[in-house]
């Protein structure tokens, strides 16, 4: 019997140029995609702490674990690092004011929204990623209400934040059909700055309250919130708002 000859195994094909080189540019595209985050997620907890002026790019880059010139490469900029750090969130929570802005409008049928309906669908994102949310939603809100009160941070940041400002504004106005337009874009302020000093969380209301009310209790605040605020747009157009002029 003739014992079988050995089989030499085949050659393995070479994977094509093409495709290995597509491979290789998934990796450091990834790789490049977890840079970046990584340096905006230590962009946020250092401006949350430091402010924009007290904080440097190279400490930013060594919290991140990464090369300062990885920072220049994605974002060139401390201006457009922080600018990157804003949008990223705020494009979330302006989807999903929207959304709910739009269900409001559903809601009302062939009628404008309600002033506590559209109060609330520009409160209620924000507030509840701040209570819910992953961790870096405190430090993005703290972040924000201390800079919102700066120009230099309005003006650049004006361009992710402006559109939802004019979306709730336009609503507002339709809700409100007897308040001078002036009055309007005031009332839209007001609304801005009391959700701004929810989101500060200084503590002071605990110390002012004696532990009665908490910084941390935002769906607390935001049951408080939205009538207060809704009381006060609506009395832009009433009859005793002439009182005071």
Known sequence: MKAKSAVAPKPRRAAPKGKAEARGHRVVVRRGDTTRLSILDAAERCFAESGFDGVSLRAITELAGVDLALANYHFGTKENLLHEVIARRARIVHDERVRALELARQQAGTRSPSVEAIVTAFLGPMLR??????????????????????????????????????????ALRLALPKAPEQSVYWGYMFLLGSMVQVMSATGRIERLSRGLCRSDDVEGALRELVPFVSGGLRALGSESKQEFE
């Open 129 to 170: 990623h701040l209570a819910e949310g992953d961790a870096g939603w405190r430090p993005y809100g703290s972040q924000v209400s201390h800079l919102d009160v700066l120009p230099k941070f309005t003006a650049l940041a004006s361009g992710v934040l402006d559109p939802t400002a004019l979306h709730f504004i336009n």
